[in-house]
């Protein structure tokens, strides 16, 4: 199937979810990410400010903060490039020319000093490859990191954004773990 067509169904089911059944999912789904020994033992952290069917991460961020965790957030920069800056409590974020929210300081951090990056989808296939938006910012970054100097990836979504097929082209990044309302979907191999 064709991403564009298959983010268009995606973007659709996700409109036509009850208020009710995404605030108790995204209620499930932190627990199991703060709950988990990777949240646990990570002391540097990438995170997300949701946009459009994203989770919502609050209380990610939170239990982070009060772990004192250090937080990045992504920051779109020129030609497709991303940085990762740190969060605090005092700034306010500015919506970047595609409506995402980002911190305006230049406190930065090399993708392989992060423990973790928790980083949300459109879909994920079945061997783990992130579908995203369609602007490739994650997979450009993410995909030509050697395993073992990059973060362990995980993605927040729902179940019905796991797919049944392999959909991934060579320069899709691949999770290490999804966690839905439903599942833990372990990609490790």
């Known amino acids: 199937m064709n991403k564009n067509k298959l983010r268009k169904q995606l973007f659709g089911q996700g409109q036509s979810l009850s208020n009710d059944f995404i605030k108790?999912?995204?209620?499930?789904i932190q627990k199991k990410l703060i709950d988990s020994i990777i949240f646990k033992d990570a002391k540097k952290i990438l995170l997300y400010k949701n946009v459009k069917n994203e989770i919502n991460i609050n209380e990610v961020f939170a239990q982070a903060t009060n772990s004192k965790k250090e937080i990045y957030l992504p920051k779109i920069g020129n030609k497709f490039e991303m940085s990762f800056n740190k969060f605090s409590k005092d700034q306010?974020?500015?919506n970047n020319k595609y409506g995402i929210p980002e911190l305006p300081n230049q406190n930065f951090i090399n993708l392989t000093d992060l423990d973790l990056a928790v980083i949300p989808f459109v879909g994920v296939d079945a061997l783990?490859?992130?579908?995203?938006?369609?602007?490739?910012?994650f997979d450009r970054i993410f995909n030509p990191i050697e395993k073992e100097y990059a973060p362990i990836t995980i993605g927040l979504g729902y179940d019905y954004q796991m797919l049944p097929d392999e959909i991934r082209e060579a320069h899709d990044m691949r999770y290490n773990m999804v966690i839905t309302e439903e599942n833990?979907?372990?990609f490790n191999y």
């Open 24 to 28: 108790s999912s995204r209620n499930i």
């Open 92 to 94: 306010k974020f500015i």
């Open 128 to 137: 783990g490859y992130r579908l995203g938006y369609g602007g490739g910012y």
């Open 184 to 186: 833990i979907y372990n």
